[in-house]
């Protein structure tokens, strides 16, 4: 507001650069520029920039703003209005979002003012659906019609552009009707609704020489008021347009159907009230070792803890902080139970079938020891009837208000790999994470196979919907002597790591 006037005949013509400062230091790079508004000592710039806010960092600003009067491209030859400096900070924290800051730097001059206006671009998750169909496209091919397809580009802050879509081709016709597409917010306008949207109209040819037909151009402002009504551009070539006197256009594309859908995080559902609740299965099978034998990876010292008792509480620590009620079902599996020695796969840590929840992770902790003492170690190790168990659990409640994680802490050594696979791609369809937690010296290659990160499970010719398994194998945070977490964070980071995207997908 109230630039100086350094044009003699009519007023300047100004345009604000941005410079931002990096992170401890002390030079300026400059960030981006306005559009170069003429003849104006008021002017009201519509090119955004699009700054990551860091509420910890203090960010430095520099806006300068200088009078655009000759075709130099080095505005450091224009003549310079003033700069104001201010901290990001201090933009988000004003009133609205909205800060006036005087221009100083022109010696013995009033400089003006900048007003400053700051929004958080919060609308970038939605996600849109649509559908487009052309008329009377230029013919292109020699000897037939056009191949036409869409090429969508969203703008940028230096006025480039960038490719965000391509539509497919639709063979021999000047009259196509496109598949609708599906393309997130961010990517076609960056969450700034009023930013140019540029479509340019090719019509494909093998050798990769697509011919240009015609380009539009409009915002996702505009594309969303076709929501309630069909919208229809014209396709201009400006080649064309040059060269012919009577041109009109290169033919329309209709906008036929526009919808938005909002893409939720995990930490949506979680402030939404999604539950997460956890369920932890135990190795309790022969080739553990004998728990009364130091080499057992269940034996514990007076001095530190199993390998089992450590993983458990390391890990359950993390995970107890998301479970609302803190109460844990805690199964063994692989054990002879007393009194007549009958083999179980999923008995209850705390001997109570009809509840066997345990209190937070010291309760599971408790039950263990307790059961360590009453079973015998024995075998086959069987993954399957405790993974059915938890998916049956799920299946009763999936209205995403209930999320099951089951747990399970084991060697590695697996006897029923086709049934756990079955078991997997069933359970893959319900609201369910499985974390393996590998224990020991052994090699992991059946667990790493359970972890779909390579090739998804499948059994049977049924694959997976999702991948919902993650292992870890524990000797990779602990010290060598086995006895403490190296760094619980980052087993914390690799632990819960795919459970948010397993969430929502």
Not at 2 to 14: A, H, I, Q, V, Y
């Amino acid at each position: 507001r109230n630039l100086l006037d350094m044009d003699t005949f009519s007023k300047s013509d100004p345009v604000v650069i941005l410079f931002v400062q990096g992170t401890g230091s002390s030079e300026w790079k400059e960030f981006g520029r306005t559009e170069v508004i003429d003849n104006t000592l008021n002017p009201d710039f519509v090119r955004k920039f699009v700054l990551d806010y860091y509420f910890e960092e203090k960010q430095n600003l520099r806006f300068d703003v200088y009078n655009v009067d000759s075709k130099s491209c080095s505005i450091y030859k224009q003549d310079f209005l003033g700069q104001a400096f201010v901290a990001l900070g201090e933009v988000i924290g004003s009133q609205r979002g909205r800060l006036e800051r005087a221009l100083t730097g022109v010696p013995g001059k009033r400089c003006g003012t900048i007003l400053l206006l700051a929004e958080e671009l919060s609308n970038c998750r939605d996600i849109v659906t649509m559908q487009l169909c052309a008329n009377k496209l230029d013919k292109k091919d020699f000897f037939g019609k056009s191949d036409p397809f869409l090429v969508f580009y969203r703008s940028n802050e230096d006025g480039t552009f960038t490719i965000c879509h391509k539509t497919e081709v639709v063979k021999n016709t000047l009259n196509p009707v496109w598949q609708p597409f599906t393309i997130p917010v961010r990517a076609l306008c960056n969450g700034d609704y009023d930013r140019t949207v540029k479509i340019d109209v090719y019509d494909w040819d093998r050798d990769g020489s697509h011919d240009f037909i015609g380009e539009f151009a409009t915002s996702y402002r505009e594309l969303s008021r076709a929501q309630s009504q069909f919208t229809v551009y014209e396709v201009l070539n400006p080649r064309k347009k040059c060269k012919k006197k009577k041109y009109v256009n290169s033919g329309t594309v209709t906008l036929l159907s526009f919808s938005v859908e909002s893409e939720f995080t995990f930490v949506d559902y979680i402030r939404g009230g999604t539950q997460l609740n956890f369920t932890v299965a135990i190795d309790f099978t022969a080739s553990n070792g004998m728990p009364s034998q130091p080499t057992s990876l269940h034996y514990a010292s007076p001095y530190q803890l199993s390998a089992y008792a450590l993983a458990l509480k390391a890990v359950g620590e993390i995970i107890q902080d998301y479970d609302s009620d803190k109460l844990f079902p805690a199964y063994g599996f692989g054990a002879k139970l007393p009194p007549d020695g009958k083999i179980s796969h999923q008995f209850p840590l705390n001997n109570n079938e009809d509840n066997p929840s345990c209190a937070g992770i010291e309760g599971v902790l408790e039950s263990y020891l307790q059961s360590l003492r009453t079973v015998q170690l024995y075998g086959p190790t069987n993954f399957a009837p405790v993974i059915n168990q938890v998916a049956g659990t799920a299946a009763q409640v999936t209205d995403g208000s209930q999320y099951h994680v089951l747990l399970i802490i084991t060697d590695g050594v697996i006897s029923d790999m086709m049934q756990t696979k079955e078991a997997i791609v069933t359970a893959s369809a319900l609201p369910m994470s499985i974390i393996i937690v590998g224990v020991g010296p052994a090699e992991f290659d059946a667990m790493e196979e359970l972890d779909g990160d390579e090739v998804r499970v499948s059994s049977r010719g049924r694959y997976a919907e999702r991948d919902i398994v993650q292992f870890v194998p524990f000797r990779d945070y602990v010290d060598a002597a086995g006895s403490q977490v190296r760094s619980m964070a980052r087993l914390a980071r690799d632990v819960l790591a795919e459970i948010p995207e397993q969430l929502l997908s």
